[in-house]
């Protein structure tokens, strides 16, 4: 176990990601030789202690955490692994016709079964360290390349993937259907969500239906980057959300949500120098949405925006910061907004 301020040692690269669990909460940072993943364990470690940390040799691509107990898998450049330990890392989550698995590309849990992505193929886990390929993609797609981006389903019975120039296709358990879409942009995210809509972000607009309908879209005026479902509501991440903020989608109507952020006014940039022309927004609620690579996670509680320099959380109501790589706890501790449940 370890404190703040000696994760705060430890990460000098860019933060790329995370991991919402049950008892803990995961960050994943770059470094020189490996990728160092970060846990904050506040609600079974006692203060000062509640951080821990371990490298993984090689580079973890994306991670999920399966709802069934303490675990999560991240693919290295070489194989899929499964943490269900710190030290298990990075022992291979398994194979696919006696084939290691490599570069995972995306993952989720669906219904009770875990699935990946790796290259233009779904994998499925099958139990006793073995995956079966769900997508057939010389079957069905004659073996075009670079397709999957995204899945995402309701059960075993309903699994949807999309990818290049508006392809989606649906999975009903035994056989796939192509749909059409009115898009031909690419499906970075897919959300199925509880209230039985499905929703593709298609970069500047946000396509809903299921299955065979999907007759409405809604423009987001700029490009989105990732999309969440989160008590009740989608969330949208912009591609530059330093500078534009964070939206919800509420009532079929997209609606900024009050966290900190940048502003551009072009006309008042001085001596060709842009920061001349940032205006913080939202400057009360003492919490900015992080510059640089961002993305977002969510769970049941909480909803998470990593980016390359900090961390912060949303509980629905209140925004906090968990880590700031050029902040100390006990600033973040200062202005009320450091994240520990135990004192809230």
Known sequence: MASYETILSQVKENIIGGVLAKDAIYIIAEDRNYNLVVGYIPNIREKGNEWISFGANDSLKATTFSQGGFSFIGASDEEVCQITDISDFPNSFGEYENEKLYLLTHSSVIGDKLYFSQGDSIFKFVGNQKWTNI??????????????????????????????????????????????????????????????????????KIIIGRKDNWEKSINTGEAIEKIVWFQGKLYLLPQFASSTGLFVLENDEIKPVEVGHFSINVDDIKDDDIRTAMKLENTEVKVHIPAGNTDMFASEDLLMITGDDRVILFDGTRWFNLFDKNKTEEELRENGTFYDPREL
Not at 136 to 146: I, L, P, Q
Not at 152 to 173: A, P, Q, V
């Open 135 to 204: 997508f057939d993609n010389e079957k069905e797609r004659k073996g075009k390349n670079g397709f999957i981006y995204s899945f995402d389903g309701f059960s075993d019975n309903e699994i949807y993937i999309g990818g290049d120039k508006g392809e989606i296709w649906l999975f009903n358990g035994n056989t796939w259907q192509e749909l059409e879409i009115p898009t031909n942009q690419w499906i970075p995210n897919i959300v199925c969500a509880p209230n039985g809509n499905v929703y593709l972000n298609a970069r500047g």
